[in-house]
């Protein structure tokens, strides 16, 4: 792949950084597991899979992934959010959903017998936790011991402006950033790339509840301890509904929303909630297949070389190689996953909207919906662009974020 030219934006001014060692002791004695330490300099808890990835700029933010603790769940009782609520009492049809989510209702029954025989007499992996159920959603987001080591790559240096937290889209992980995290740091933006809970590369051995709950009071924690200061938030696709279910339960957290080509209007994972969990287990058993990531590729962007597309699957991909990817995807899945339909109009936040005018994925005119919704949103189109348009445009994107997050 072509090296991606950097020249356009103003350097930034980096203040004296220090690099982190592979271990550093702290609070009450949890050690944060930080850069390299592994063969290519690459963190010892990524999958033995990076190493087969070409692409340098995935490469390089590989090396930059770190684990921070990040407090656990200790029996949190939660009001019902508006995403809950709809579970329970739908009113709009079901309008769109991730593409992902789509594949899986038309190719779970091919994988379904080999999933029977692999999980028959399985155990509930879900001991250590409890997730009380009402009508109305989750009640109480069950107990967990200590803190989760949680995936992220932090910044190199510290501004006086709020700083930009990345999302990313469904099952996916902050390698989504590879090609527009450099451009941000050279734009002097303080820029963190976040793991969203059951995604990424966090250390999820004692595996919590992934529901939209947990995912929100993880990523509230991780803002609590270590950011502490409203951010610009972005989310792309999927990555959008979070920000959006996050920033109008902690607004407090957030100055202003970024969504690019957001898919916010699907009433959660639809059927799919409802399926048997034998069933579900064999729809996510192919979201990590190859075949499967190609032919996401082929929608997402246009005309890239098939040597590309293969390696971009396998940056796509490399999360589903940690150990508890398939539960937590699973219990995503079933538990119903984003509806944040009538939260939108509940956002203060100023929001930018990017829309890429080729995205085959979610409509431009959900887009075009989005913005007449929101009670203070604009919109910016970017041409020649797909459905990730922070990767496959990432100057212009990362220009759009920049001028976004500095302005007034």
Same mark, same amino acid.
């Given at each position: 792949?072509?090296?991606?030219? #950097?020249?356009?934006?103003?350097?930034?001014?980096?203040?004296?950084?220090?690099? %982190?060692?592979?271990?550093?002791?702290?609070?009450?004695?949890?050690?944060?597991?930080?850069?390299?330490?592994?063969?290519?300099?690459?963190?010892?808890?990524?999958?033995?899979?990076?190493? +087969?990835?070409?692409?340098?700029?995935?490469?390089?933010?590989?090396?930059?992934?770190?684990?921070?603790? *990040?407090?656990?769940? &200790?029996?949190?009782?939660?009001?019902?959010?508006?995403?809950?609520?709809?579970?329970?009492?739908?009113?709009?049809?079901?309008?769109?959903?991730?593409?992902?989510?789509?594949?899986?209702?038309?190719?779970?029954?091919?994988?379904?017998?080999?999933?029977?025989?692999?999980?028959? $007499?399985?155990?509930?992996?879900?001991?250590?936790?409890?997730?009380?159920?009402?009508?109305?959603?989750?009640?109480?987001?069950?107990?967990?011991?200590?803190?989760?080591?949680?995936?992220? *790559?932090?910044?190199?240096?510290? %501004?006086?402006?709020?700083?930009?937290?990345?999302?990313?889209?469904?099952?996916?992980?902050?390698?989504?950033?590879?090609?527009?995290?450099?451009?941000?740091?050279?734009?002097?933006?303080?820029?963190?790339?976040?793991?969203?809970?059951?995604?990424?590369?966090?250390?999820?051995?004692?595996?919590?509840?992934?529901?939209?709950?947990?995912?929100?009071?993880?990523?509230?924690? #991780?803002?609590?301890?270590?950011?502490?200061?409203?951010?610009?938030?972005? $989310?792309?696709?999927?990555?959008?509904?979070?920000?959006?279910?996050?920033?109008?339960?902690?607004?407090?957290?957030?100055? +202003?929303?970024?969504?690019?080509?957001?898919?916010?209007?699907?009433?959660?994972?639809?059927?799919?909630? +409802?399926?048997?969990?034998?069933?579900?287990?064999?729809?996510?058993?192919?979201?990590?297949?190859?075949?499967?990531?190609?032919?996401?590729?082929?929608?997402?962007?246009? $005309?890239?070389?098939?040597?590309?597309? *293969?390696?971009?699957?396998?940056?796509?991909?490399?999360?589903?190689?940690?150990?508890?990817w398939k539960e937590a995807t699973v219990n995503f899945? *079933?538990?119903?996953?984003?509806?944040?339909?009538? =939260?939108?109009?509940?956002?203060?936040?100023?929001?930018?909207?990017?829309? $890429?005018?080729?995205?085959?994925?979610?409509?431009? =005119?959900?887009?075009?919906?989005?913005?007449?919704?929101?009670?203070?949103?604009?919109?910016?189109?970017?041409?020649?662009?797909? &459905?990730?348009?922070?990767?496959? +445009?990432?100057?212009?994107?990362?220009?759009?974020?920049?001028?976004?997050?500095?302005?007034?």
């Amino acid at each position: 792949m072509a090296a991606l030219r #950097l020249g356009s934006l103003a350097p930034a001014t980096l203040t004296p950084i220090s690099v %982190t060692k592979k271990c550093e002791r702290f609070n009450g004695g949890v050690k944060v597991v930080g850069d390299g330490g592994g063969d290519n300099g690459f963190p010892p808890f990524l999958p033995k899979e990076v190493e +087969k990835i070409k692409d340098p700029f995935a490469r390089n933010l590989a090396r930059r992934i770190k684990r921070l603790p *990040v407090e656990g769940f &200790h029996a949190v009782k939660c009001c019902p959010s508006a995403t809950d609520r709809n579970h329970a009492n739908r009113s709009e049809p079901h309008h769109e959903g991730e593409l992902r989510d789509l594949i899986l209702i038309s190719v779970t029954a091919l994988a379904t017998a080999y999933i029977l025989r692999e999980y028959r $007499g399985k155990k509930a992996f879900f001991t250590p936790f409890e997730v009380r159920e009402t009508k109305f959603g989750a009640e109480e987001i069950g107990c967990s011991e200590g803190y989760i080591m949680s995936s992220c *790559v932090q910044p190199l240096i510290q %501004t006086d402006a709020n700083p930009v937290a990345l999302l990313h889209c469904f099952d996916s992980s902050c390698l989504e950033w590879r090609r527009a995290y450099p451009l941000l740091e050279e734009a002097g933006l303080e820029a963190w790339a976040l793991d969203v809970l059951g995604w990424g590369f966090s250390d999820l051995g004692r595996l919590p509840p992934c529901n939209v709950a947990s995912k929100r009071y993880h990523l509230y924690q #991780l803002w609590k301890s270590y950011i502490k200061r409203p951010v610009v938030l972005v $989310g792309p696709s999927l990555g959008a509904a979070v920000a959006i279910d996050f920033a109008v339960n902690y607004p407090e957290a957030v100055e +202003k929303l970024v969504l690019i080509n957001p898919s916010v209007y699907a009433e959660g994972t639809g059927n799919l909630a +409802k399926l048997p969990k034998v069933v579900a287990y064999a729809g996510v058993s192919l979201l990590k297949t190859l075949p499967l990531r190609l032919y996401a590729n082929l929608l997402a962007f246009d $005309g890239i070389p098939l040597s590309k597309s *293969v390696d971009w699957a396998n940056v796509g991909r490399l999360h589903c190689h940690m150990p508890w990817w398939k539960e937590a995807t699973v219990n995503f899945m *079933v538990s119903g996953g984003y509806n944040v339909v009538s =939260q939108i109009k509940q956002v203060n936040q100023k929001t930018l909207i990017i829309c $890429g005018e080729n995205d085959k994925i979610v409509s431009n =005119q959900l887009a075009m919906r989005l913005l007449f919704e929101l009670p203070n949103a604009s919109m910016q189109r970017v041409p020649d662009s797909g &459905h990730l348009t922070h990767v496959d +445009k990432p100057r212009h994107v990362v220009k759009l974020i920049a001028d976004f997050a500095r302005a007034e």
